[in-house]
């Protein structure tokens, strides 16, 4: 998300701030080292967590009242939902970024993602669809920024 709408370290700790966290310059680039990097420290679920819900409240605005409690434990439906609130996607949005990474998926594939895990059609969303979907952000909102060698029909993760 950070390359696909070019936020730098200011606008990063910003959308931590909106979430109610502090964060610094240092711990977001400890974060974005390789991980075999000694400086590498893994971003924890609650931190990406806070980190989307301050995106949420950057793009959509923020809610009146008490804010939502950050999850303890992430898993890719929750990431792709929360995604799906702060860029305010309909089904047919998405299913075009998707289609801009090379995926097709039908409307009750996509449903199945956002659907309760008590539910007979959820599905979970495996991190291909994931990864193939931030890249069909990243050509959606940052076009003309592709990897090299890569055009918009190849471009897959």
Same mark, same amino acid.
């Given at each position: 998300? $950070?390359?696909? @709408? ?7 700790? =910003? !959308?931590f =701030?909106l *979430? ?11 974060? !974005? ?6 400086? @590498?420290?893994?971003?924890? %679920?609650?931190? !990406? &967590?806070? @980190?989307?819900?301050?995106?949420? %409240? %950057? $793009?959509?605005?923020?809610k ?9 434990? #992430? ?5 792709? $939902?929360?995604?799906?609130? =702060? +860029?305010? +996607?309909?089904?047919? *949005?998405? #299913? *075009?970024?998707?289609? +801009? &990474?090379?995926?097709? !998926?039908?409307?009750?594939? #996509?449903? *199945?993602f956002?659907?309760?895990? %008590?539910?007979?059609?959820? $599905? ?8 193939? @979907? #931030? =890249?069909?952000?990243? +050509?959606?909102?940052r ?7 890569a055009s918009? &029909?190849?471009?897959?993760?």
């Open positions: 998300m $950070r390359y696909a @709408f070019n936020f730098d370290d200011t606008k990063m700790v =910003a !959308l =701030a *979430a109610d966290h502090k964060v610094t310059r240092c711990q977001i680039s400890d974060w !974005l080292k390789k991980e075999d990097d000694p400086a @590498f420290q893994a971003c924890s %679920d609650r931190e !990406l &967590a806070l @980190f989307l819900n301050g995106l949420i %409240d %950057d $793009r959509r605005g923020k009146e009242g008490p804010q939502p409690e950050p999850e303890q434990r #992430l898993n890719n439906n929750i990431i792709l $939902r929360k995604l799906r609130i =702060a +860029l305010n +996607l309909n089904d047919e *949005a998405m #299913l *075009a970024i998707l289609m +801009l &990474a090379g995926v097709r !998926l039908s409307k009750h594939e #996509l449903s *199945a956002f659907r309760k895990p %008590d539910h007979k059609h959820y $599905r979970d969303c495996r991190d291909q669809i994931l990864r193939n @979907f #931030l =890249a069909g952000v990243q +050509l959606e909102y076009p003309g920024k592709l990897p090299e060698k918009k &029909a190849a471009f897959k993760w």
